[in-house]
């Protein structure tokens, strides 16, 4: 019999129709024990899940109550650190007199780890001596360092008695308090993102942070929103050189940007590479994507029509960031896709690594980046490497 996740590869819209309880159904023998088929099965189906669906079935665990709605939850929520780009250890669904019962440990960096419990209500007082003890034991077993915090993840909104409860305590500065509806929007403004940097210090929030200096807390703020406003449209300028030619150029995509609505095609780009090659891509940032076994990455980035006198032209900035995330898997590619999905082109990310120095760039105080510019005659797709004046036919990387 075909796996839930194979299932899913064949047609994505039969699952994602679905409710929690109906894929739960589908996936092994549809009840979840430690480690058995059916665990295996929703885990692997749940990192390949658009982030949206991951909001949706957590709310319906929350809000349809169902036998193994918590453990659902549970795996759920140790998803949503995986996105945050913790390195994740699931805890167990049911535990043993032997075993430590937490329901999963992120990991920041050997130093720091965050032991996560997920409650689906706080309706009843918490024994927070026993979740300390988790703390105590793994530290002891050398799991997990002192400086490690615990993190609960709470079902409901309206938190105020358990956090007075956690105030209250002597474990103020190693517990830190969470919704489920807050962390899964902490996960969506993630993928919104492209600074890795940026990603880290929003990951940062969920460990116990002294704020009564500000300074911490408002360049995390800060930095979020000048990530989030670098829309792509908005990058390219006519500062590329002083040429008449690139003003005239710079000009004329400003005058286009300005009397024409944004292009959104990258989750067809996507599927096409999806199909071509039999993989599941995950989102991890904007515009960023791996496979599920972490091997490949992949950077997806859409352009408009921009046209000139004798042919039309496509604008892609290439952020440092952006580099340094592509360096991170054995293979990397970035997806360029112009004016629509039909003229999508997979192009070796080794092969923009040979061209940095002669490509026109932007400087900025706060930012930097390369120009992609492409050129599109008779349905001809060429690259412009502008300091070789040289033009890279892109047939070969059509997909």
């Known amino acids: 019999m075909s796996s839930i996740l194979a299932v899913y590869k064949q047609n994505k ?5 679905k409710s929690i309880r109906q894929v739960l159904s ?11 088929q059916t665990c295996q099965e929703f885990r ?31 795996d759920i929520i140790n998803q949503a650190g995986k996105r945050l780009d913790f390195k994740v250890e699931y805890g167990l669904y049911q535990g043993s007199k032997n075993s430590i019962g937490y329901d999963g440990i992120w990991e920041i960096n050997q130093e720091n780890s965050i032991i996560v419990e997920v409650k689906t209500t706080d309706a009843y007082r918490i024994n927070l001596d026993n979740i300390y003890n988790y703390k105590r034991k793994l530290v002891e077993q050398k799991r997990i360092s002192e400086s490690s915090s615990i993190l609960i993840v709470v079902g409901r909104k309206d938190t105020g008695d358990l956090e007075a409860q956690i ?5 103020g500065w190693d517990f830190r308090l969470i919704s489920v509806d807050s ?8 993928e919104k993102l492209d600074d890795d940097k940026t990603i880290k210090q929003i990951s940062e929030i969920l460990r116990p942070l002294e704020f009564t200096r500000l300074n911490k807390l408002i360049e995390i ?19 590329v050189n002083s040429t008449e030619d690139n003003f005239e150029i710079g000009k004329e995509q400003n005058e286009v940007k300005h009397r024409s609505i944004p292009v959104n095609f990258q989750d067809e780009c996507l599927q096409k590479i999806e199909v071509k090659f039999n993989i599941s891509l995950i989102r991890t940032t904007r515009a960023g994507y791996q496979t599920i076994d972490g091997e490949q990455g992949f950077l997806c980035c859409i352009s408009k029509q921009h046209k000139g ?12 960031h952006q580099q340094l995330f592509l360096k991170k898997f054995k293979t990397a590619y970035v997806i360029y896709g112009c004016g629509s999905a039909n003229n999508t082109f997979l192009i070796p990310f080794s092969l923009l690594e040979q061209e940095y120095e002669y490509l026109w760039t932007t400087e900025k105080e706060e930012r930097m980046y390369w120009h992609i510019v492409i ?16 033009m890279v036919n892109l047939e070969q990387y059509r997909i």
């Open 13 to 17: 819209q039969f699952i994602l129709d």
């Open 26 to 36: 589908i996936a092994g023998d549809g009840r979840l024990k430690n480690n058995n």
């Open 44 to 74: 692997e189906l749940l990192s390949v899940i658009p982030t949206d669906y991951l909001v949706k079935y957590a709310n319906e665990c929350l809000d349809e109550k169902f036998e193994d709605s918590g453990l659902v939850l549970q």
């Open 167 to 171: 105030r209250g305590s002597r474990y």
């Open 183 to 190: 962390l899964m929007k902490l996960v969506q403004l993630k």
């Open 221 to 239: 703020v800060f930095e979020t929103t000048q990530d989030i406003q670098l829309e792509p449209n908005d990058e390219l300028t006519n500062d």
């Open 309 to 320: 006198k004798s042919y039309i032209k496509y604008w892609f900035a290439f952020h440092p």
């Open 375 to 390: 050129h599109e005659r008779n349905n001809n797709f060429e690259w412009q490497i502008p300091k070789k004046d040289l």
